[in-house]
């Protein structure tokens, strides 16, 4: 089960930070993933923070070209909470926000897409009012 939080409105410009508490007790193999879909669109990828599998691999985050810079995953595993801090925030990242968790590891070229996702969140509304 995934709880998103830290959703509201913020001016263009200004931070919000989101979270999303999971249970489960293997959190920090998990796959974790945020998405957002603005209304009339399709549920687009934002970021994602996974492991390969690979012991020689660290953990590796991905991030959409529309918020590279500027949006940062994290994850928290003694709290089973990953985070999206999001800065310079601008009308066009007005949506609602999903958190996502896979339990599968992915290779380093993966490419994430929603279908990849087993479980999701009840999603948060993001609005950035210019």
């Known amino acids: 089960q995934l709880v998103e939080s830290g959703g509201g409105l913020v001016q263009a410009g200004g931070s919000l930070r989101l979270s999303c508490a999971a249970s489960?007790?293997?959190?920090?193999?998990?796959?974790m993933g945020w998405f957002r879909q603005a209304p009339g669109k399709e549920r687009e990828f934002v970021t994602v923070i996974y492991r390969s599998g690979s012991r020689w691999i660290g953990e590796i985050t991905k991030y959409a070209e529309s918020v590279k810079g500027r949006f940062t995953i994290s994850r928290d595993n003694a709290k089973n909470t990953v985070y999206l801090q999001m800065n310079s925030l601008k009308p066009e990242d007005t949506a609602v926000y999903y958190c996502?968790?896979?339990?599968?590891?992915?290779?380093?070229?993966?490419?994430?897409?929603?279908?990849?996702?087993?479980?999701w969140g009840q999603g948060t509304q993001v609005t950035v009012s210019s």
């Open positions: 996502a968790a896979d339990g599968n590891f992915h290779p380093t070229g993966w490419v994430p897409l929603t279908t990849d996702f087993t479980s």
């Open positions: 489960g007790r293997t959190f920090s193999s998990y796959t």
